[in-house]
């Protein structure tokens, strides 16, 4: 009788335990799902710059698919004015948070001698699955300075590999050593608030729960500027690079 009520006792500690652990989880899932979505954009100010054309004749598989070449993406000014891929991410304010990494891999392709994306987020520990979709040699070589480093030949087309990284790093580079002018930029963070403008120059932080944070925004070129915004009553956040 006395083993019956400690193994009952014992189970009710479990059942306990797993409930509160359910209870965290759910109330942090409502607190990312319900929170404010803080809008913002990068604004370019000055003479857009020419993109340089980048030819690929060095490696006929890829000039195949882009017979006219491609354009630099180190520098892109959209028709409204704004900035694409700028790296937006909250810097401070959620110290001590924690937020679980998405199982659903980050994809990272090689197409055309081309990274796409150019730059891109990802959360520490989430899968990053590099693909080689060209019928050539590439080599993908990330230069990390707080993760561990690593260069990854990559001969055969359809081929995929998938690393993570451990540690949060603002930006990541990586590089081709077959093609030199081949480059992208990885913003590692330890939680879901970060977005690259697009082809509007605006962007979205989706979820942040009510506090004051400082927003840091990144472009390769331009450096980076940071932000005080309080949520939910900071509206647009802008953030202007001169050229």
């Known amino acids: 009788m006395k083993q019956t009520k400690f193994y009952f006792s014992a189970l009710m500690v479990v059942l306990g335990l797993i409930g509160v652990t ?49 354009e630099s993406e180190e520098i892109i000014v959209n028709p409204n004015g704004t900035l694409k891929n700028v790296f937006v991410y909250v810097k401070q304010g959620l110290e001590g948070q924690k937020f679980e990494a998405p199982k659903e891999p980050v994809v990272f392709d090689q197409n ?37 480093e690593f260069n990854l030949g990559m001969p055969l087309k359809g081929m995929k590999l998938t690393k993570t990284f451990n540690s949060p790093e603002t930006m990541v580079k990586f590089k081709c050593e077959v093609h030199p002018w081949m480059a992208a930029y990885a913003g590692v963070i330890d939680h879901p608030f970060f977005a690259v403008t697009g082809d509007d120059g605006t962007f979205q932080l989706q979820g942040l729960p009510p506090g004051e944070y400082v927003v840091e925004a990144w472009h390769e070129k331009y450096g980076a500027q940071t932000a005080t915004v309080k949520v939910p009553d900071t509206g647009e956040v802008s953030f202007t690079f001169k050229g």
Do not use: W
């Open 112 to 148: 055309g001698c081309h990274y796409t994306p150019h730059v891109f987020g990802i959360q520490v520990n989430q899968p990053l699955e590099i693909r080689n979709s060209d019928e050539t040699l590439h080599n993908v070589h990330a230069l990390p300075k707080a993760n561990q």
């Open 22 to 70: 359910m209870l965290f989880s759910v109330n942090s899932a409502k607190a990312v799902e319900g929170g404010t979505v803080l809008t913002g954009k990068a604004v370019f100010e000055g003479t857009p710059p020419a993109r340089e054309k980048i030819r690929l004749d060095a490696d006929p598989v890829c000039s195949m698919k882009f017979p006219e070449g491609l």
